[in-house]
């Protein structure tokens, strides 16, 4: 079975800083995909970035970019530029190329951005 | 644009009721699941669905029944609540034609 660790409970960041938020998981499978998930306080979760596991190239989406090491199987995200908005809870989650329905997730890292 | 419907918001049980929690999609997705989340746990898969009439066990299912008639709705029933089922639950649907699950808002569910 597949694991997510995300070893931060905790990170803060003060704002127009840059952040970085670590995710390491386990598995035996060459095709995945992997994604960073938010969660403000609404409790509603959000797709922040989408990492293909074949693409080399390492996925950006405005601010939000993610370092994706393969062989070390790390896939941390940064947040550049940091706004009062990014606070929330940030999880990392897997899922095999095959199973659409069956997401795994870590256990969150909760970020404060301060003035 | 509803996305994914979950029905209520918050809900309060006592020991021992039984109730369910309603999702619905209107996206034509063909997979759904239901996760719990808890503190310091993250979230968890309960059960999930590859299609109507098809259902299979997640991770935690032990206290949860699901079923799925119709593509549109996948409910996840609780036949004895007990209070280790005091969660937040989260409904998804996805598709075999995207990499990413569609949340509900999510339940808030206390069992006292």
């Known amino acids: 079975a597949q694991t997510v660790t995300q070893s931060q409970p905790e990170m803060s960041v003060q704002e127009a800083e840059t952040v970085t938020l670590s995710c390491t998981y386990d598995?035996?499978?060459?095709?995945?995909?992997l994604f960073w998930y938010k969660q403000p306080p609404s409790r509603q979760m959000i797709l922040v970035i989408r990492?293909?596991?074949?693409?080399?190239q390492n996925a950006t989406e405005n601010r939000f970019s993610v370092n994706f090491q393969k062989a070390a199987k790390s896939f941390s995200l940064k947040i550049s530029d940091s706004q009062l908005g990014d606070a929330a809870m940030y999880f990392c989650?897997?899922?095999?190329?095959?199973?659409?329905?069956?997401?795994?997730f870590g256990t969150g890292t909760r970020l404060q951005v301060t003035l | 644009n509803a996305g994914v419907t979950q029905t209520p918001k918050f809900q309060v049980l006592k020991t021992g009721q039984s109730m369910t929690l309603q999702c619905a999609q209107d996206m034509n997705h063909e997979y759904m699941s239901w996760y719990r989340q808890d503190p310091g746990m993250g979230l968890r898969l309960i059960h999930y669905s590859v299609g109507a009439g098809i259902t299979d066990q997640g991770e935690v299912p032990n206290g949860y029944n699901v079923s799925r008639s119709t593509t549109e709705d996948f409910p996840l029933r609780l036949l004895s609540a007990a209070p280790s089922q005091t969660s937040v639950y989260f409904c998804?649907?996805?598709?075999?034609?995207?990499?990413?699950?569609?949340f509900g808002q999510g339940t808030r569910l206390t069992v006292v």
């Open positions: 990492q293909e596991a074949y693409k080399q």
């Open positions: 598995t035996s499978e060459s095709d995945y995909y």
């Open positions: 998804a649907s996805s598709t075999a034609g995207r990499t990413e699950a569609f």
């Open positions: 989650a897997y899922r095999s190329t095959g199973t659409a329905s069956k997401l795994t």
